[in-house]
C-alpha cells in the first residue's frame, strides 16, 4: 500500500512567487493534516481536514497560505507570495476515519527555499 | 494551548547501550503520545505510541512509558544499533478535543557511536 504522497520533494523559488506543494494521502484515509518545520524549530500543525472540509486551519500562519482538498482526496497548500521566513519543510499527514485510533502517517516533506 | 518539551536536544550513546528520551506536556486533557523517528531528509515516522490509559508499551527494543500524574512520557531504545541514529520527536494530542493537531517536541538527535 503506497504511504503518504508529497510533491515537489524540493523547491527553490524567489521571494514574492507562488508555490503549491501538493499531498495525495494514503488510500481511504478521511482526515489529512498538514504540518511544518522552519530552520531549528518544532514541527508545527498548520490544519487538518476532514474530508473536504476544513476541521482546524488555527495553525495557518496568516493569509498568504491557501490550502484545499476538493473532492476529499488529494490536498494543495499554496504559499502566494512567497517570503524568505517561509522557507523548510512542509510535512502532509493523514490517518484514517476519527474514532480508528489516531495514527497519523507522514508523507517525505516537500522542502521548500525562499530566496 | 498544549506545551511539549523534550530533552536531551542531543544524545550521544555507544552502540548496545540504552538511550532515553524524555517529554513533559503541559495540557492535562492530552491523551494521545506518538513517537516520531526522523532519517535524513524523509518525513518522521511512527515508531511507537501510547494512550492514556495505558502506563506502559514495549515493541522489541523499543519501550515507551507514560507517568499521567506527572505529565511526562518517555522513550526507552536498548541494544541500540548504528540504525537507530536519528531525530526523535514525541508528541501529544487531546483526541476528541477541539484542537485536532499533534504538539511536537523539538526534537533529540541521537547519535549511536560505533
Known amino acids: 500500500e503506497a504511504g503518504v504522497t508529497q510533491f515537489p520533494s524540493h523547491s527553490v523559488i524567489e521571494k514574492g512567487q507562488t508555490v503549491t506543494l501538493r499531498c495525495d494521502p494514503i488510500s481511504g484515509h478521511d482526515n489529512l493534516y498538514w504540518y511544518r518545520r522552519v530552520m531549528g524549530k518544532e514541527i508545527k500543525f498548520l490544519l487538518h481536514f476532514v474530508k473536504e472540509s476544513k476541521q482546524d486551519e488555527s495553525g495557518m500562519p496568516n493569509n498568504r497560505f491557501l490550502a484545499e482538498r476538493t473532492g476529499g482526496t488529494y490536498s494543495t497548500l499554496k504559499v502566494q507570495p512567497a517570503e524568505l521566513e517561509d522557507s523548510g519543510v512542509y510535512f502532509c499527514?493523514?490517518?484514517?476515519?476519527?474514532?480508528?485510533?489516531?495514527?497519523?502517517?507522514f508523507g517525505e516533506g516537500s522542502w521548500l527555499t525562499v530566496v | 494551548g498544549e506545551n511539549v518539551e523534550q530533552h536531551p536536544s542531543t544524545l550521544s550513546v555507544q552502540e548496545g547501550d540504552s538511550a532515553v528520551i524524555k517529554c513533559t506536556y503541559s495540557d492535562s486533557a492530552s491523551n494521545y503520545f506518538p513517537w516520531y523517528k526522523q532519517e535524513l531528509g524523509k518525513g518522521p515516522q511512527l515508531i511507537i505510541d501510547?494512550?492514556?490509559?495505558?502506563g506502559e508499551k514495549k515493541d522489541q527494543r523499543i519501550a515507551v512509558t507514560l507517568n499521567k500524574t506527572a505529565k511526562h512520557f518517555s522513550l526507552h531504545i536498548t541494544e541500540t544499533q548504528p540504525e537507530d541514529s536519528a531525530v526523535y520527536f514525541c508528541a501529544a494530542l487531546h483526541s476528541g478535543g477541539g484542537a485536532d493537531g499533534l504538539t511536537f517536541g523539538k526534537g533529540t538527535h541521537l547519535i549511536i557511536q560505533p
Open positions: 499527514a493523514s490517518s484514517p476515519r476519527q474514532g480508528s485510533g489516531n495514527t497519523i502517517y
Open positions: 501510547i494512550r492514556s490509559n495505558v
